[in-house]
C-alpha cells in the first residue's frame, strides 16, 4: 500500500511538471489541460465592459468642422466710408491698443466727419471727443482684462465692484456700457461695450434702435465683421424703407437722409432738453451728404418703384398701396409689432384676409405719422435708462463734465441756427 502511494505522488509531480513545461513553452493549451492559476487574468472578450480609465479611442477618421460664414468682398462696399489717412491711421492705433479681444468697432460722431457748427481743427487737443463702440463676445471677460490694463477709464465703484457689475449693468435696456472722457493717444474718447449679439439683434430687429439708430448715420469701421456687416446692411435697408414710407411721392435726396437720421432722434429725450442740438440732424446731413448718398444709393437701385438717378439729386418713388405695401410688410420686427398693435380694430383681422389687411395698412394717409409716432415709443424708453446708466457707467463727475459738454454743444448749435 505504501508502494501505491509513493507511485501516486511520483505521477502527481510528473503531471505537474509537465504542466508547467507546458504554459511556459506553449502559448495554446490542450482542453485536457486544468484551469490556470487564479492570478493569471483571463483574455478579454468581445462582450466584456471597458474600465473606465481606458476609453474608447475616437475615430480615425476627423469630423468636418463647420466652415467660417465668409461674404464676397464686394458686399457691403457702401459701409466703407473713407476718412484722410492720419485719421485712419489714430483711429487704428486707439483700437488697436486695447488689450481685451474686439470683434467689431467703429466711430462716429462730429470727430470723425464734418458737421456744420462746428469748426474743423487740425489740432488733436482741440477736435471733438471721438466715440467709439466695440462689439465683444463675452463681456464679462472682456471688462476684467480692460479693468486690468485700463482702471481709470472706470469710475471707482466699479472697480471695487469688479467685470460682474459691469457687465450686468451693461445688459440694461440698450445692452452698452459707455467710458467716456478718456484720453488716448493725443484725444479724448469715449466708447461703448455692447455684444455682437446684442448689436445684430436690434440691427434687424429695431429693438432697441439705440445701436441701429447710430449705424443708419455715416461711420468708420474700424475692426470689421462678416455677421455685423451682413445684419447692418439689413438695418441700412429698414431704415430706407422706412423714410420713403413717411415721404411723399418725389423728394429731394436731402429730405431723404434728413427723414433717415432723424430716425434715432425721434422720442430721444435729449432733444427735448437742453442736452442735444436741436438742428443736428440739418448740421449733420448738410455737411455729409456725399456719406449718406454713398450708404443708401445703391441700396435703392434695389427697391422696387424707386427712380433715383445717378447723377441726380431727386428721388421719385411709386406711393400706391401695392408698392408701400411691399416695403411695409419688410420693416424690422419690433416696428412691425407696434403698426400691428395699432391696426387692431380698425378693419378686418389679418387672418381673414392678408393681402387686404396690408393694402389697408398701406393705403391710409396717416401711416407716416403712424410710423413716426411708433418709432418714437420704440426710441424713448431705451434711450432714457441708458441716460440714467451713464451716471453709473461714468460716475458723477464725469457725468457733469459730459452734461455741461452736451449743452454746450447745444447752445453753439442754437447760436449757428439762429445767425445762419
Not at 47 to 61: C, H, K
Not at 82 to 99: G, K, M, N, Q, Y
Not at 239 to 251: C, H, I
Request: aromatic residues 8%; contains cysteine; charged residues 20%.
Amino acid at each position: 500500500m505504501l508502494s501505491t502511494c509513493s507511485s501516486t505522488r511520483r505521477a502527481s509531480a510528473h503531471h505537474l511538471k509537465c504542466l508547467a513545461r507546458s504554459l511556459i513553452t506553449d502559448p495554446t493549451t490542450s482542453h485536457n489541460v486544468l484551469t490556470p492559476p487564479l492570478h493569471v487574468s483571463k483574455p478579454e472578450t468581445s462582450t466584456s465592459r471597458q474600465s473606465q480609465l481606458y476609453p474608447r479611442p475616437r475615430p480615425a477618421v476627423p469630423r468636418r468642422r463647420q466652415a467660417l460664414p465668409t461674404l464676397p468682398e464686394s458686399f457691403g462696399r457702401n459701409q466703407v466710408l473713407p476718412v484722410p489717412d492720419s485719421t485712419r491711421a489714430l483711429l487704428e492705433d486707439i483700437v488697436s491698443s486695447f488689450e481685451a479681444p474686439i470683434r467689431y468697432a467703429f466711430v462716429y460722431g462730429s470727430g470723425v466727419f464734418e458737421q456744420a457748427g462746428y469748426r474743423k481743427q487740425k489740432d488733436k487737443q482741440d477736435r471733438p471727443m471721438l466715440d467709439f463702440v466695440f462689439a465683444v463676445t463675452h463681456p464679462d471677460h472682456w471688462h476684467s482684462i480692460n479693468l486690468q490694463q485700463h482702471p481709470g477709464h472706470y469710475p471707482l465703484h466699479a472697480r471695487m465692484l469688479g467685470s460682474s457689475f459691469v457687465s450686468k449693468t451693461q445688459e440694461l435696456s440698450a445692452g452698452v456700457w459707455f467710458n467716456t472722457f478718456v484720453p488716448m493717444k493725443g484725444v479724448n474718447i469715449k466708447y461703448g461695450v455692447t455684444t455682437v449679439d446684442t448689436l445684430c439683434a436690434d440691427l434687424l430687429n429695431w429693438r432697441t434702435l439705440y445701436l441701429a439708430g447710430r449705424m443708419h448715420k455715416p461711420l468708420r469701421i474700424i475692426k470689421d465683421d462678416a455677421r455685423v456687416r451682413l445684419t447692418q446692411q439689413v438695418n441700412l435697408t429698414s431704415a430706407l424703407r422706412a423714410a420713403l414710407l413717411m415721404l411723399p411721392e418725389s423728394f429731394t435726396q436731402r429730405e431723404l437722409f434728413s427723414a433717415i437720421a432723424g430716425i434715432s432722434y425721434s422720442g430721444d429725450p435729449r432733444m427735448v432738453l437742453p442736452a442735444e442740438n436741436r438742428g443736428k440732424v440739418e448740421n449733420m446731413v448738410s455737411r455729409q451728404e456725399d456719406q449718406f448718398r454713398e450708404l443708401y444709393w445703391r441700396l435703392a437701385q434695389g427697391l422696387p418703384g424707386v427712380r433715383w438717378a445717378a447723377g441726380s439729386k431727386s428721388v421719385e418713388q411709386d406711393t400706391s398701396p401695392h408698392a408701400r405695401a411691399a416695403h411695409l410688410k419688410k420693416l424690422p420686427e419690433e416696428l412691425l409689432k407696434h403698426v400691428h398693435q395699432r391696426a387692431e380694430g380698425h378693419g378686418p383681422p389679418r387672418e381673414a384676409d392678408e393681402s387686404a389687411y396690408w393694402l389697408r395698412i398701406a393705403g391710409d394717409k396717416e401711416l407716416p405719422s403712424i410710423l413716426d409716432s411708433e418709432i418714437t415709443k420704440i426710441v424713448r424708453y431705451p434711450a432714457t435708462v441708458q441716460s440714467l446708466k451713464g451716471i453709473v457707467s461714468a460716475g458723477v463727475a464725469k457725468s457733469a463734465r459730459y452734461s455741461v459738454a452736451k449743452v454746450s454743444k447745444w447752445w453753439k448749435g442754437t447760436s449757428f441756427s439762429s445767425s445762419s
